[in-house]
């Protein structure tokens, strides 16, 4: 059996006739159950379609895209997979507004389970993710962080093994950004629960285990994150400056005002961080 919850093999996406652009090219990345990944990149890198092709929301153009072992292709139920395997949270928490935080997230159980399972399961869900006093709260009475709480409760109704959030806290600020991150690395540290989290905030990305870096549809590299200091020291090593100390610019140590030794001392450090990273 496939150690992978996760697979993709050279997996392309091309859009368009006349002047057809090629989302993914050529993609092939393995995650393993229990992971808690990133993927980054800028926009248009093709993080969402790689995304929207593992939660079997689009289909390849070729290519294969296989979760826990089975190809996509041969799925003869979509909705019962994007019900049972797969929870989705997006940067808008696309909750329906009429409904309650509660019936919210008994929505992906309809047709699945009786209505008391549905009311119990979706209690429980509220309380692990904080929000049991707010169960009967329509979303324009939450704060914008307490509604991604909500999406994050739905994408957890049917108990999948694997949840994919594209930019789940592009529309928060700061400090719920941090919250809604610290209750994903919970749910996957006491769950289990495998997280694939597309954003294009580094601060973000540090939060998970491993970081797939895009550019125009490929991967550029696969980054395994380390301690604070660790992926600061990345992060300075793929900067501007960072690239020009490791390039021995010569005027750079008039620049920074450092002796020689401490020059050779930075760019060892530096160095250091592009191999382990």
């Known amino acids: 059996m496939t150690p992978w919850l996760v697979e993709t093999i050279g997996l392309t996406r091309v859009f368009g006739d006349g002047a ?3 989302a993914l090219d050529n993609v092939s990345i393995q995650i393993a159950s229990g992971e808690l990944v990133a ?3 800028p926009s248009g890198s093709g993080k969402s379609t790689l995304l929207n092709q593992i939660g079997a929301l689009d289909q390849p153009t070729s290519g294969e895209v296989l979760v826990a072992g089975h190809s996509l292709r041969t799925l003869k139920d979509v909705d019962s997979f994007r019900a049972h395997t797969v929870g989705f949270i997006f940067q ?9 935080a509660r019936e919210n997230v008994e929505v992906p159980m309809m047709g699945h389970q009786p209505a008391g399972a549905r009311r119990e399961r979706a209690d429980e869900l509220l309380e692990l993710v904080g929000l049991a006093d707010r169960k009967n709260h ?14 994050v409760a739905r994408a957890l109704a049917n108990n999948p093994p694997l949840v994919l959030a594209d930019e789940p806290t592009g529309s928060l600020d700061t400090q719920a950004g941090r919250s809604l991150m610290d209750l994903l690395k919970e749910l ?8 694939i989290v597309v954003t294009h905030d580094p601060a973000v990305a540090r939060q998970t285990q491993r970081v797939l870096v895009m550019e125009d549809g490929r991967i550029l590299r ?3 994150v380390g301690s604070p200091l660790e992926e ?6 793929h900067s501007e400056l960072g690239e020009c100390i490791l390039a021995g610019d010569a005027n750079i140590q008039d620049k920074l005002t450092l002796s020689r030794s401490q020059l050779d001392a ?6 250091q961080a592009s191999r382990s990273g």
């Open 20 to 22: 057809p652009i090629k």
């Open 138 to 151: 329509l979303p324009n009475q939450l704060s914008g962080g307490e509604r991604q709480r909500v999406a």
């Open 266 to 271: 930075l760019r060892g450090v530096l160095s």
């Open 92 to 100: 808008l928490h696309n909750l329906l507004p009429t409904l309650t």
């Open 232 to 237: 600061d020291l990345r992060l300075w090593r």
């Open 222 to 224: 696969e980054d395994k």
């Open 39 to 41: 993927v980054m990149g």
């Open 188 to 195: 996957n540290r006491e769950h289990g629960t495998t997280f």
